[in-house]
């Protein structure tokens, strides 16, 4: 099966502009999670979607905002960028509701300048 | 607050020896706990899962030990090779449905 893919893998914008993140899970697996990784916060959770429904959310502000479709794709969305919102952004999927393993795709490096 | 800390310096080991590396968690009930590898510039890969009810999971020259009580669970890799260097993140699922990561730890073995 293909792992999990992430497009674009960089960007580079800039502040007050917004960015659509894609990632397309493997194939199967209905759960994407979608996670914010920068030097001094690590790895943290944005939100998850489970057959087009947001089931869970991360402590990020409204400007963060995502979206699954029926085929199980999901974009992910940042308005108003900051120059804080530089990072890594990583997807993950899981084939299963309990979530045990996580199958992060390769992820997409932002730059905002 | 709720809290999970790894340790916070890079580690660095001989080839061939043990590396054990620490994930420590304050205020946290995890149903069970995930260590994974991440490489520079790539995804984590998922190493292991123990669960509340585990002691210890092995997995080839791997193996997590988890203490609830000490709400501690530590990775051990054994004859390490220079290949096993990269920065380990541990996470634990809590009851809310999240995956939360420790920061990591950088592990560099040397030939």
């Known amino acids: 099966k293909a792992g999990v893919t992430q497009t674009p893998r960089y960007l580079i914008k800039t502040r007050g502009q917004q960015v659509t993140l894609s990632c397309s899970p493997i194939s199967g697996h209905r759960s994407v999670s979608w996670y914010q990784q920068t030097p001094g916060q690590g790895l943290q959770f944005l939100f998850e979607?489970?057959?087009?429904?947001?089931?869970n959310k991360g402590n990020f502000p409204g400007r963060f905002s995502g979206r699954q479709f029926s085929n199980s794709r999901s974009e992910m969305n940042v308005s108003t960028l900051e120059l804080g919102d530089s990072a890594l952004y990583l997807c993950?999927?899981?084939?299963?509701?309990?979530?045990?393993?996580?199958?992060f795709g390769p992820g997409t490096r932002l730059l905002v300048l | 607050s709720q809290k999970i800390e790894q340790n916070s310096e890079a580690l660095n080991i001989q080839e061939g020896k043990t590396a054990t590396l620490t994930c420590n968690y304050t205020n946290y009930s995890p149903a069970y706990l995930q260590w994974y590898r991440q490489d520079p510039g790539r995804g984590p890969v998922f190493l292991l899962l123990i669960r509340e009810n585990e002691k210890e999971k092995r997995k080839e020259r791997l193996k997590v030990t988890f203490d609830t009580t000490l709400k501690q669970s530590l990775f051990h890799i054994t004859a390490s090779q220079p290949a096993d260097s990269a920065t380990y993140l541990c996470?634990?699922?809590?009851?809310?449905?999240?995956?939360?990561f420790g920061q990591g730890t950088e592990l560099s073995v040397k030939p």
């Open positions: 993950a999927s899981t084939s299963d509701r309990a979530q045990e393993t996580q199958y």
């Open positions: 979607y489970f057959s087009e429904t947001q089931r």
């Open positions: 996470a634990l699922w809590n009851q809310g449905g999240k995956l939360i």
